[in-house]
């Protein structure tokens, strides 16, 4: 590149989105063409109750280089399986939404059609949920890394974390400022643009200073203090699909077992979600104002802690959407300052992630802001949004919580038609979302589809090459060796007290930047 | 065993989309009861007409337990490693779209945007001598891929098929099957509303569940009124000449595509001859000229002269009601790059993947039409790459090329690569990035920049593994065989 003075980035909050994009972009990015400094400010609390990830997340430590157990000792980290979904269907049902696999592919195709087709001629195979080894390990409160050898059923999953959102941003922090990245203590008090191109070229700070920068990173959480609030990006409004407006957080204290999985429990105005961690578990009560009142969601959150609650519950607003656009001028919206899906499938940390090498591989160069590159990020950004609000959707939609009014209202909405046609197409035969691009696999959308009580009335028929005979002793070959080899599996709360034990007094998350 | 929802297939066409459709379907649905009928029309093929194919074609002769030995042995094909685009006058320097990877990851970034940035930096190499492929190709081997090659990148193949001969092939496969077979020569199709109920030739009455029309044409998906819309603002020619020429003495491992003033002339060798297609525009060239163009690029005595009419375009429906339209019936594309059969093996896996599970079957009608429409436009998209940014001069033809229309989706990839030498990825993408890069690059687009991580490669690396690629390439091309002595093989294998 040309050997003039290195871009200047300049990044806007320091919260969770602030220092993965701060560690992320130094990572990526040559020192010597990049000048990365990140504005924070003590007086402004992150909403940090970003606590459960999806296993994506690996890749992207794993792209730090950082040490996984280490990583895990310093933000009080327990592995993750999946999500329990309690309630969602109807009252008394759970299943779990795994990451890993159902079955295996048999005769060229998808192990959904095989078991499809054993249920509806009548045998007695069971729910689809016996099939997935990370779900029996899962129930077992049992953890071990996948193994290697692809040909194991100890290979079929994936694992995630849970962890202080606000202690993994602490350690990020530590990490991107010792490769270079300045921080620098401020609250933004004015923005100045250029006349002309619209640009942001300085934010002022309270104590006077002026920061310039060429390229702007809004990290500042809902307020989206650049894109929203400068550049005038508009906000997509999704509530009429995701009516939940409001969150109260409050962590509890730690129970037995240490379960390896994120559970959400639906609730007659929303849902409480339950994390564990080492020191605590967190808990939250997502819920819409329309439906619930912030007293009522207050008292049925603190009712259904399992342990002794550490904290006043702390209230959130907030509204499902995304801005039309990521990218605008030379201002760049990750995380909050750039969309909101409740936290219900775990999505808030990769959508940061995807966004940050995104824009690493979209980043301007020193020659300016270049549209065509903007236009590839936005063109991906809706792609990651959109494909995820589905997924969420599926979650409300599809319910039998029947007489309750906020199910009822969301079991009759106007679903968007890409959501629409994926259920049509399940339940005729049995076909899963298969696209290439975007959050959720297909073994993700077969967990929620049958969890929700979707039963498919047709099977793809290349499945028939197998007689029914062969199809039921390989079922049941199948179920028994989940069974054995998740048995053999060492419990969660073992494997982290001898892998990545954290000290017992931790920081309360509140103390977090 | 529950009865199939659509028990009786009734496959209706001519020649090699018939006849995929009515093997694919019967050996992959048989088990669940399904039957299927074919009835043949009249072919179409000419003495010289081929198929030249793409990669993705081996797979489902393997469904269809079609050996590629025997096969080539029986048509008298040859295998192709790609393409080589060539200006016939000379001015612009060829290059060669193999079927391969070109070149192997660096710190697991993509090999190109290396590529980029040592070119920048005055690297004096082509892309193509990164590839296993094209390298092979160029010395006249094929490349058997092994664990090794594989570790360097995909290296695939197609073959050049001689089309009256593979149709044979495939219609005995049906017949050795026991396969009802009715020969007609017109049919009349029997509508109840919006879906067909019978057909109806030589005073026979044929039901059927399920149609499939693979008559090219489009004679049954017609019959349910369905539209079709013309993509011939994305493509000059709307005239093809196919021909025979003489074989090569030594049968090159791939096709030939020569720019010439009034069209472009495609070489596609198989045992016995050369294939030649020319492809023009009728409002800038005669059939007579066209002739003298054809013989004159290619540089052969042609025989076996054919002239047929091209209009590339889709069916806003591929299936609609009870009838399911593969091949050429759903879209017919541009000569280039030879997706014809490809198009028909999409048809047929969507089909198979989406094949009624039920007496209302909307939703996987549906899903098919939105998956084939999504298919057929980027191959669409990717085929006009060549026209639009070609750098043919002194050429009415090759300057209305560069008028060709582009969809949004072809304008942002175009953009996009120009920006930053990246292309942008979409959904239901018949074409590596490595291939539609092959074709910037080869129209001598430059991009503005490359991806920024790269940078964190130290050059000495870079320059390391470069050295270690060339040599790689170069040995494991050393280590092939020949395309004439892999060719003798099969014959030999055949005859002990």
Known sequence: ??????????????????????????????????????????????????????????????????????????????????????????????????????????????????????????????????????????????????????????????????????????????????????????????????????????????????????????????????????????????????????????????TEPLLPYTRATAQPGGWIWRIGLQHRTGNGHVFSSAFCSEDQARETLLGQLDGAALAEPRLLRFQAGRRAKAWEGNVIGIGLAGGFLEPLESTSIFLIQAAVTDLANLMPTRGGIDRRLADEYNRLFEVHYDRTRDFIVLHYCANRREGEPLWDHVRNMRLPDSLAHKIALFEANAAAPDYKYGLFSRDSWLAVLVGQGIVPRGYNRLADSLTLDELGSKLRDLKRRIRTNAAAMTGHGDFIANYCPAPTAAKPMESAA | MMPPPCGRVVVVGRDAALWLATNVIRTALAPAGVTVTAVELPSRLEPADVHATLPPLEALHNQLRIEEAALLRAVGGAFTLGQNFADAGGAEPAFLHAYGAYGTAIDNQDFFAYWLKARGLGLPVGLEDFSLTAAAARQGRLLIPDDETEKYGRSDYGYHLPAAAYVRSLKGLAVHDGVTIHAADAIEVLRDGDRIEALAFDGQRIEGDLFVDATGEGLLIDALGTERESWRSYFPGDRMLVASGPKFGSIPAYAEIRAGSGGWTGLYPSQARSHVVHVYASSLCSDEEARRDAAENSGLALTDVDIQAVDPGMRTKAWAGNCVAIGAAAATFDPIHNVELHAVQLGLIHLLAFYPAGSDFSAERAEYNRLMRSSFERIRDFQAVHYRLNPYAGSAFWAQARQGDASPELAHTIALFQARGEIAPYEDESFSPDSWRTFFIGHGLVPDSYLPPIDRTPPETMKAQFRTMLGFVKEQVLRQPTHDAYLQTIARRGNG
């Not at chain 1, 809004?218 to 699909?241: H, I, K, P, Y």
């Open chain 1, 1 to 254: 590149m040309m050997p003039t003075a290195p871009l200047k980035v300049v990044i806007v909050g320091g919260g969770t989105a602030g220092w993965m994009s701060a560690a992320g972009l130094v990572r990526l990015l040559a020192s010597a063409d990049y000048d990365l400094t990140l504005i924070e400010s003590d007086e402004i609390g992150t909403v940090g109750v970003g606590e459960a990830t999806l296993p994506h997340i690996k890749t992207f430590n794993d792209m730090l280089g950082i040490n996984e157990a280490e990583f895990m000792r310093d933000t009080q980290a327990t592995f993750k399986l999946g999500i329990e979904f309690v309630g969602w269907d109807k009252p008394g049902d759970a299943y779990i939404h795994p990451f890993g696999t159902f079955g295996e592919p048999w005769a060229g195709l998808d192990f959904q059609h095989h078991w499809t087709r054993a249920m509806l001629a009548g045998e007695d195979v069971g729910p689809l949920h016996d099939y997935s080894y990370a779900i029996e390990a899962a129930n077992n409160a049992a953890f071990e890394f996948p193994n290697e050898d692809t040909k194991s059923i100890r290979s079929t999953y994936a694992y995630a974390y849970h962890f202080d959102a606000g202690l993994y941003a602490n350690f990020l922090r530590g990490w991107a400022m010792a490769r270079g990245v300045s921080r620098i203590e401020g609250q933004i008090v004015d923005v100045g643009r250029n006349a002309g191109s619209g640009h942001v070229e300085t934010v002022t700070l309270k104590s006077g200073a002026v920061i310039a920068g060429d390229l702007f990173i809004d990290c500042s959480g809902f307020r989206s203090l650049l894109l929203g609030q400068t550049m005038g990006v508009a906000w997509q409004d999704w509530s009429e699909w995701l009516p939940c407006d409001r969150a109260f957080a409050v962590p509890c204290a730690r």
